[in-house]
Each structure stands twice: as structure tokens, then as C-alpha cells.
């Protein structure tokens, strides 16, 4: 056996020297990219699957504060009939166009408040949407100030519209979806689109003022976005009885952790920026509670403060978590099945 297993790995070893050997010719190389795009090409063609769910995709879960590959603040959530962006952090579309989500079928986008890590890809959304043949012109949800935003976005990209209508025709881009269109909300229900209900609540994030988080219901489940904010009672109201809670989550030993090492390294202004931050984002203590008191099947930590770079940042976030808590990762995928109290929870 131990022989066999020796033959196989020296196999192994010498099949990958002759694989990376042949990518050296052309012909080679040739041969293996048509096959990737051939893949790719079919996969998109196939789609994704299309249960009778609620599935939400994390399509970016890091904050400003902390240095890894994660995108930042970006919620996907789909049905059969349904597709919205809660929040358009940097990183976040290519995450989006990985995991191969059905642009030409976007409908919207709603925004929990304007910071620029949940509003920094807005147009890169709306590009690859048009692109990919959009059919309406994009909605961007939002409190007071959204218009302000969505005009300057689209000012800022209309030589870019013009430029690419030119180039492939407007018979294949319409420029009149190439611009977005703003929606002032504020707390309440601000769209029932068929089966699928979202609710917009307070949330508290000062100075920050309106922000806004928001709940998704679908057919007897349902799902919370939280945006930025600290536990307040409009959180505990929204969240009660939920089915899925995604929460923005700062570790305090972490956070302190990094604040001391700045000042101790003379980085003052690090120092309190850092400071700063601790007193309007939810600490994990915090939602560890908040989990008991609304009786919410899941809760999923994103936009996390600051965001884990290592195993070491990951154990501490998930110190004292209850067996119902789960740290996001970018490309996670939640579904649940209408009807159901199923949560299937899919970690990349």
C-alpha cells in the first residue's frame, strides 16, 4: 500500500511538471484558453439555479477598517422573479459577476446611507447591468440625499455612456438605461413588488442621518439588512421573529486592540479614527443579545469591524457566538425555501 501510494504521488508529480512544460507552446496554451472560455461561456449561458426561495448572496462583507480581499458592504438578494443590491461596496461587483448573478434581470438597488464604502460601485452596477441587457433603467433606493448622490454618479459617467453607446450602438445600448434613477424612502414599507415586501427602518448611525436598514419578506420567510447601526429598539421591532439577520458586527477587543497599538506607535490620527469608529457600529456583544431577544433563526455578521485578515482575528470575532451564529465571508450564499423554516447556509 505504502508502495502504491508512493508510485501515485510521484504520478502525480510528474503529470503536473508535463502540464506546466506544455503550457510553454502556443498551441498548448491555445487549446487550454479555449476550454476555460468555453466553460465560462457555457456556465453563463446555463445560468444559475432558480429554487423557490429566498436566497441571499454576500457579495461583500468587510468595512473601511481592516485590510484583506474582502469587498466591502454589498447584500445580494434574489427569488424567481426577483433581484436586489443592498449596498454597493468597493469589490463588490466583481464578486457579483464571479458568482455568475443574473444582471439582465437587476431591478434595483436600495442603499442603507451614503458612506462611501456602500455606495463606491453604484455605476460599476449599473454598467455591467446595462451591458449584460438590463431592460428598465436602474432604481436606486434611498433616504433623504439619495437624488444628490444618483445625480452626481451621473453626471460624473455620462461622457462614459456617450463613449460606449458610440462604440456598439445604442440599438444594443440604449442610453436611456444607462442613467439611474433615484427613489427617496423613508421608514415603512417602499416596495411590494408581487410576493416580495421591503421595509425600510431606522438605523443608528450618527452622524449619519437618515440611515436605514431594511427587511425582505417572500413568502412566509424573511431576511434583515442591517446597513450600519448600533441595536436600538426599531432593530429589536424589525428583527423579531426573523428568519435571517445580517448585521454589521464590531469586535471591541479587536478595535481596542488596534486603537492601543496606533497610539503606541505615535499614530494619532490613526489612533482616534479608530477610536472614533467603536461608537456607531453593533458590537458582537450586543448582537448576541439581540439574537435572544428577537428569537431570530440565524444571524450573520458582515461589514465586519475591522475585517479579519488572519485565524487569529477570525477566533477572537467568534468568541461566546451561539451555534446560530455565523461569521460572513464573501460568496456566501443563505437560501430559503418558501414555506419553510429551512436555512441552508452555503460558506465559501
Excluded at 50 to 61: A, I
Excluded at 74 to 83: G, K, Q
Aim: glycine residues 6%; contains cysteine.
Amino acid at each position: 500500500m505504502i508502495k502504491f501510494l508512493t508510485y501515485l504521488v510521484l504520478s502525480v508529480i510528474v503529470l503536473s511538471g508535463l502540464l506546466r512544460y506544455s503550457l510553454e507552446f502556443e498551441s498548448a496554451q491555445d487549446i487550454a484558453i479555449e476550454q476555460v472560455y468555453r466553460a465560462g461561456m457555457s456556465n453563463a449561458a446555463n445560468g444559475l439555479p432558480n429554487p423557490d426561495s429566498l436566497r441571499v448572496f454576500v457579495c461583500g462583507s468587510a468595512s473601511p477598517l481592516g485590510n484583506t480581499p474582502r469587498a466591502q458592504a454589498c447584500i445580494a438578494v434574489l427569488t424567481p422573479s426577483h433581484f436586489y443590491i443592498f449596498d454597493s461596496g468597493a469589490g463588490s461587483t466583481a464578486n457579483i459577476s464571479g458568482a455568475g448573478l443574473p444582471y439582465e434581470r437587476l431591478q434595483g438597488v436600495f442603499l442603507t446611507h451614503f458612506h462611501s464604502d456602500h455606495i463606491a460601485e453604484l455605476y460599476e452596477l449599473n454598467l455591467a447591468s446595462w451591458v449584460r441587457g438590463r431592460s428598465t433603467a436602474m432604481n436606486v433606493y434611498g433616504p433623504k440625499g439619495v437624488a444628490k448622490v444618483v445625480s452626481g454618479i451621473n453626471d460624473t459617467y455620462e461622457l462614459d455612456v456617450e463613449y460606449r453607446v458610440e462604440h456598439h450602438g445604442s440599438d444594443l445600448l440604449n442610453p436611456n438605461l444607462a442613467k439611474l434613477k433615484a427613489e427617496t424612502i423613508s421608514a415603512g414599507v417602499v416596495l411590494e413588488d408581487g410576493d416580495l415586501t421591503v421595509t425600510a427602518y431606522t438605523a443608528s448611525h450618527a452622524p449619519i442621518e437618515p440611515a436605514v436598514g431594511y427587511r425582505i419578506d417572500y413568502r412566509g420567510r424573511s431576511v434583515v439588512i442591517s446597513g450600519d447601526s448600533l441595536v436600538t429598539d426599531d432593530t429589536r421591532r424589525i428583527a423579531s421573529n426573523v428568519d435571517l439577520l445580517l448585521h454589521d458586527a464590531l469586535s471591541l477587543p479587536l478595535t481596542e486592540a488596534a486603537a492601543e497599538a496606533a497610539t503606541t506607535a505615535g499614530l494619532t490620527r490613526l489612533a482616534k479614527i479608530i477610536s472614533d469608529v467603536m461608537d456607531y457600529h453593533a458590537s458582537t456583544d450586543s448582537l448576541i443579545e439581540l439574537g435572544a431577544d428577537t428569537d431570530a433563526g440565524m444571524v450573520a455578521f458582515y461589514h465586519l469591524v475591522p475585517a479579519p485578515a488572519n485565524l487569529i482575528m477570525l477566533k477572537i470575532f467568534e468568541r461566546n457566538l451561539p451555534a446560530n451564529f455565523v461569521l460572513a465571508n464573501d460568496g456566501d450564499w443563505f437560501e430559503l425555501p418558501s414555506d419553510s423554516a429551512d436555512i441552508t447556509y452555503t460558506n465559501q
